[in-house]
């Protein structure tokens, strides 16, 4: 094998790793000052300038925090939860393409941990074995509102998944790949395909806040009901992982809805930049797009979460199942008749 591909594949997978924490971390502070401007208040302000510094005031607190772990909790399945669901956060963007292949010395390097022709299905195999975190947390934790709460999630992921898949059917039908960085190439320029999935992308927007536990879509974690959530028992960096899993999956949601829709590093006029800025800047240019689309559909969750009241668990429930799977039935129906209409002429 290669040495000069395997050292091309380890600084990338820790680019990205490194990425998701650092965007992880501050998408904290972020929602703190979403939700201020939202609110018309400050926001953190203390921790450096314009409270720059208060996420890691807060992954230092973590740290510093007394460890507890509850006398009748399974202690080592209390233990292997949170970081179950950080690792299956952080290994979905394997398959994510990031960019064009960038020419670096005579080397042309793909920014792509790696392009397997069932991206998508990884994709789906990741978002399904996060759930396991959430509910071995919650049943290890010998609480019975954390294990109310596990189920919750449970059944919200498994309800929501079935119409993600649905309207992920749809898009193959358009694309006819499962390859990440075949269905990005097919959007070249403005081709980008939520303008012929629009339905489509839609349903995919909803069960992402679903699957990411996002507001209104936090019944794992109702307050009101359940004390804290699936992680009522958890303290210290435990509890750090839990919450930092939520946001490498708000991250990762963001990206694969870029990808999959919004032409992922694509962008107008990129064939022009391409000629002006040469091999190796312009993929970092298209790169920069894509963070850019990225950033936007994470203040987008942001700014639902403040914006829009918790659904009640039966309004969840029939949402999932009464519309979102019907819908997208009918999306999968309606685009193989037009696309059989199309071909046949």
Not at 20 to 34: G, H, W
Not at 152 to 173: D, H, W
Not at 185 to 199: F, I, K, M, S
Not at 222 to 244: D, N, P, Q, R
């Amino acid at each position: 094998m290669d040495i000069a591909f395997v050292i091309e594949k380890f600084v990338l997978v820790a680019i990205i790793f490194g990425i998701s924490l650092v965007i992880a971390m501050y998408s904290t502070y972020a929602e703190r000052k979403v939700a201020a401007f939202l609110q018309d208040r400050l926001g953190p302000d203390r921790a450096g300038p314009f409270g720059i510094l208060q996420p890691l005031a807060d992954g230092v607190k973590m740290f510093m925090k007394e460890e507890i772990i509850p006398s009748n909790a399974s202690k080592w399945l209390f233990m292997v939860g949170p970081g179950l669901a950080m690792l299956t956060a952080c290994i979905g963007t394997a398959v994510i393409p990031w960019g064009s292949p960038m020419q670096i010395g005579d080397r042309l390097v793909p920014l792509q941990v790696t392009d397997i022709n069932v991206g998508l299905l990884y994709i789906f195999g990741v978002v399904s074995l996060g759930v396991y975190g959430v509910m071995i947390g919650g049943w290890a934790s010998n609480n019975k509102y954390s294990l109310l709460s596990a189920i919750r999630a449970a059944s919200q992921n498994i309800s929501y998944e079935i119409a993600m898949g649905l309207s992920i059917i749809a898009l193959l039908l358009v694309t006819g790949s499962m390859s990440l960085k075949e269905i990005v190439d097919g959007q070249h320029g403005w081709r980008w395909n939520v303008l012929y999935q629009p339905l489509g992308f839609l349903l995919f927007m909803v069960c992402s806040f679903a699957e990411t536990n996002r507001a209104p879509f936090d019944l794992p974690e109702c307050e009101t009901e359940l004390i804290g959530g699936y992680h009522t028992e958890y303290s210290s960096m435990k509890l750090g992982f839990y919450l930092f899993a939520e946001y490498i999956n708000m991250f990762v949601s963001a990206a694969v809805m870029a990808t999959l829709y919004f032409g992922g590093y694509n962008y107008p006029g990129m064939d022009y930049m391409a000629g002006l800025l040469g091999p190796t800047w312009a993929p970092l240019f298209g790169v920069a797009v894509f963070f850019v689309k990225i950033f936007a559909f994470i203040f987008f969750f942001m700014w639902v979460r403040w914006t829009i009241p918790r659904f009640r668990y039966d309004q969840l429930m029939h949402l999932g199942w009464k519309v979102l799977i019907p819908l997208a039935i009918a999306n999968v129906v309606v685009t193989g008749v037009v696309i059989a209409i199309i071909e046949g002429f």
